[in-house]
Each structure stands twice: as C-alpha cells, then as structure tokens.
C-alpha cells in the first residue's frame, strides 16, 4: 500500500541511511544486533512499515502518515517516547531542589570502553551513584533520589560517554525524615565527588578485568598482561577526572522540562543536519565548538564516516540506559516515595515558591493537521507492511477510506 505525496524527501537519518547504507555494508562486517538498528532506522517513515490515517475533526479532511520504526536510537521517533516517560516520572516528583551532576569518563578509557560497552558502561552507572549516595548519608545521614542518563557522544559524534544525573537535594533518612543542605548553590564539593568516583570506578576496573570480564582488541591487547594493566589503572589515578555540578532546578514543571531535554535524546538530531550530497557523498551537520565559546559550527564529513561515527552509539542490545537509584530505585520508589512526601509535608526544607507558580507550557509535539494546522486529529486506521487495516472508532466517518468499511 503506498500513498503518493510527491514531496522532496525530508533531510534525516533515516535518507541518510536510504542512500549510503548498502554502500557502507560493503566488506564490513558488523554485529547482528547493530545491523537491525541500521535497517529499522533506515526504513523508519517509509511506505516499508505501513501507514496511519489521522481524520481531522476540524476540516473532516484525512492525513496519511508513514510509521516510524519506534527504535529507540531513531531521531524520528523520541519526541512521543519522551513525553510518556516523563508523565510517568511526575508522581515521583517532589516539592524540593534538584541538582544536577555530569560524570565523564576520561579520553584514555574510551578506546576500552568501545570494545567492551556493557561492563564500562555498568560499572560508570554504579561508580556514580554509589558516589553520590555515599555522600548523600555521609553529609545528611539520608538515603538520595537520583534519575542518570547514559549519553556516548559529543558534539561532533565522536565517542565521549558521560552520566547526566538529577539529584534529590536532600533525602529520606533512617527515621524517614527528610535532610538535606540548607542552602540551595551546591550539594556537595566537586573535587571530593571527583575523587570517589575515580577511586570507586578504577577499583571496579581492576575487578573486572582480574575476573576476565574485558576483551582487548588490536592496540589494546597488551592490556591483558597485568602489569600493563596496573600501569594504566596509575595513569588513570594520577588524572583529575572530569565531574561538572550545575546550580539547583526547583518546581516539578522545570524538573520535568529539565529531565526532557536529556532523556531521549539520539546522537543526532535531524534538526542538526544541513545538507546532504549523494554526488559527492557528503553529510553536514551542526555542532557546538565549546572550545570557541559555544559558538554553532557546520561539519561536513563523508557519508561513510557520518555513519560511522553514528554507529559507536547504538548501544548494546537491552542495555538499559535511564536508571534509577537510591530511594527512587524501581524496588522503592513505591513505598520511599509516598514516605518522602509525608516527611516534606512540614519539613523547612520544602521548597516554597516566592511566587505563585505560573504554568510553564512545554513544547507541544502533537500532530497538526497539514491542511488546516488544527491539532484535532484523532487515528482512525493503520496499514501494516502487509497491507493490512486495522480500523478505530471514527473511521465510518473518513470518505476516503475502503468502500468495504463496517459503518457500523
């Protein structure tokens, strides 16, 4: 079933990948779990997949909408993802500060952590929350709530794996009271975090690869010898890790917005690309030169290389990359959270408002109707691959639609 539009073809990954990802396949040899990625995303809003048909109440006019392939590495297919995820965080939220911390892998342990994503990547999700719970009860004697996010890249798609974590100011402690610091510019002091994260990560490094949990490949197989390894374990300890601390986000509304903008994001946005060159075989994207004060940059880099770099962050299959820990792990946050609440109830660390809040209207991603920009579109019917209908309620009402229709 195909539905002719007669539009020029949208600038995303998914074109992309359309018209240079065969060419990329070939002599290259990738894992099995990766090459499903590359073709869902490839075939992500295409006739391949099917269609949706969206009956506007306000023009009575039908819209036809490719599906998407709904993986989660697909730039197309987030926005919808993204704003279920966070309406299921806000009951969890509360009435206090957040905080919100960056835990950054260093450049030497990149080249490891590609070979070996899920144990590095693990071991940098428990290094980091391990780190701030412990100062969570050595500082306030209380239990925190924290959300990390695994991002693997930076700006310029390269390999750059840090943890975004949004941090409880403050906790629930033994007695189930609430305490936390009393000012609201800083949790803990970075440096000291710093140093318990680097201790905490390298003694989980050392123990994955005495328990020969690592693979060494190519340049790193020396690596496998235990005094090469030792002697990268001193380089790491003798470097000053990377941890970046932002002031606090106060009120569930910015919570909220706060956690949209890192939770489902990709490595790349299709907003970000420029142009793209089939003659020349050639992708521009966007990016920021932080080193050149933020300011936005065009990269022109060949197809095979854009795609490449893309690939170092499809994750491993399963992989988990949203946790939860401390009072906000999935086994407590049923009965820690309404305990959280109480204990804030007459708490003067409740935070209060100066103000009455305004309503913060979040970016809306509801589907406009292309012929008169209303957003009363209600899905009526969906095509699979095969060619299949799938009707809902409403459809008796879409004149376009089969002649076969059960009006009834």
């Avoid at 690869?209 to 390894?229: E, N, P, R, V, Y």
């Avoid at 007459?346 to 979040?362: D, E, G, H, I």
């Avoid at 060619?387 to 009402?397: D, E, V």
Wanted: hydrophobic share 40%; proline share 6%.
């Amino acid at each position: 079933m195909s539905c002719p539009s007669g539009q020029t073809p949208e600038l995303t990954l998914a074109r992309v990948l359309e018209l240079f990802l065969s060419e990329y396949l070939q002599g290259r040899s990738m894992p099995a779990h990766q090459l499903k990625v590359l073709r869902r995303l490839c075939r992500c809003r295409s006739a391949q997949l099917g269609w949706t048909v969206w009956h506007c109440q306000a023009c009575q006019r039908s819209h036809w909408r490719p599906n998407g392939c709904g993986d989660r590495h697909c730039p197309s297919c987030q926005h919808q993802l993204s704003r279920q995820w966070l309406e299921r965080q806000r009951q969890a939220l509360l009435p206090v500060r957040y905080f919100h911390w960056v835990f950054t892998l260093p450049a030497t342990l990149r080249p490891l952590a590609l070979q070996n994503p899920r144990p590095l990547y693990d071991l940098l999700f428990e290094s980091a929350s391990a780190t701030l719970l412990q100062f969570g009860q050595e500082r306030f004697g209380a239990e925190l709530g924290i959300t990390a996010i695994l991002h693997t890249w930076g700006q310029n798609l390269m390999n750059h794996p840090h943890l975004h974590c949004l941090v409880s100011g403050g906790g629930l402690t033994a007695q189930n009271t609430w305490a936390g610091p009393k000012q609201a510019r800083w949790l803990f002091p970075v440096r000291a975090v710093a140093q318990v994260f680097r201790a905490k990560f390298c003694a989980g490094l050392l123990q994955l690869h005495a328990t020969g949990q690592l693979q060494f490949q190519g340049d790193l197989q020396s690596l496998i010898q235990a005094a090469a390894f030792a002697q990268l374990l001193r380089q790491l300890q003798a470097q000053r890790w990377v941890v970046f601390a932002k002031g606090s986000v106060v009120g569930p509304d910015h919570v909220l917005d706060y956690l949209g903008r890192y939770t489902h994001r990709v490595a790349i946005s299709n907003s970000r690309l420029r142009s793209l060159d089939a003659s020349t075989g050639t992708v521009a994207f966007t990016y920021k030169d932080y080193r050149d004060g933020h300011r936005l940059k065009i990269l022109s880099l060949s197809a095979i290389e854009f795609l490449r770099r893309f690939l170092l962050h499809v994750l491993p299959q399963g992989f988990t990359k949203i946790r939860h820990f401390g009072f906000l792990a999935n086994n407590r946050r049923r009965r820690c959270v309404p305990l959280a609440k109480a204990a804030l109830e007459n708490s003067p660390l409740r935070f209060q408002p100066k103000a009455p809040p305004t309503s913060v209207p979040s970016p809306s991603h509801s589907m406009v109707c292309p012929h008169c920009q209303a957003t009363t579109l209600r899905c009526v019917a969906r095509i699979d691959s095969s060619g299949k209908w799938t009707f809902f309620r409403g459809a008796a009402r879409c004149p376009d639609l089969p002649r076969y229709l059960d009006s009834s």
